[in-house]
């Protein structure tokens, strides 16, 4: 299995522009959690879908920041306009139904110049 | 307010010691409680699930046990060796937050050779 894949690993922008990551689950996991880590702050969760539906999004920051899961294989956390205090790494994970370990991917780090 | 602390921030041990980390939560009402270990520049590997029924969970020289009336957890690790250098975080799934995680800051591990 090769595991949650995200991308882009890395990803430089400037500030005002729209930022898109991406997600793949593992295979058969229905629940994708999207998180942000920081010195500051630590892991913090943003959203978390399950069966492709947003279940809770209090974790968002902004309207700036939006996330979709149109399919069981996909998910994409979206910050437009972005800004520097968005620079963060961005996690990925996901889960299988009626258990609760957590699978993460390798992250995307993010610098808003 | 539901937290989840880890102290200390950061540790070193030589190699060959018994490693002793510590996760304190301020509510009883936790559904299970996770270990993961995080590498530089990695996304978060799952250790041990403890469920709030058991009171400790085993696997190979990590050892982690569970005690929610006086809010903690220790994650034991015995014999360490340089390649358990990493961070240590715990998360706390709370009774009333249906798949959502909460994490402590983490402990980063130093083992000496």
């Known amino acids: 299995d090769a595991g949650v894949i995200q991308s882009p690993r890395h990803e430089v922008t400037e500030m005002g522009q729209e930022v898109t990551l991406r997600c793949k689950p593992i295979?058969?996991?229905?629940?994708l959690f999207w998180y942000r880590q920081t010195m500051m702050r630590g892991l913090e969760l943003l959203i978390y879908?399950?069966?492709?539906?947003?279940?809770?999004d209090s974790g968002m920051p902004e309207d700036r920041f939006s996330a979709k899961m149109p399919n069981a294989s996909f998910s994409t956390l979206k910050i437009q306009p972005s800004e520097p205090r968005d620079s963060a790494v961005y996690f990925c994970a996901s889960s299988a139904e009626y258990t609760d370990t957590q699978y993460f991917g390798p992250g995307t780090r993010l610098t808003v110049l | 307010k539901q937290e989840v602390t880890q102290i200390p921030a950061a540790l070193s041990v030589p190699e060959g010691e018994n490693l002793v980390l510590n996760c304190s939560f301020t509510?009883?009402?936790?559904?299970?409680l996770q270990w993961f270990r995080q590498d530089p520049g990695k996304g978060l590997t799952s250790l041990l699930l403890i469920q709030s029924s058991q009171r400790e969970q085993t696997s190979g020289r990590l050892n982690a046990s569970l005690d929610k009336s006086s809010g903690r957890s220790t994650l034991y690790i015995a014999a360490s060796q340089p390649g358990d250098s990493a961070t240590y975080l715990c998360a706390v799934r709370w009774t009333d937050s249906w798949g959502k995680l909460q994490f402590g800051a983490g402990t980063q591990v130093v083992v000496t050779p």
């Open positions: 295979s058969g996991h229905n629940s």
């Open positions: 509510d009883s009402a936790i559904y299970n």
């Open positions: 879908f399950n069966n492709n539906v947003p279940i809770d």
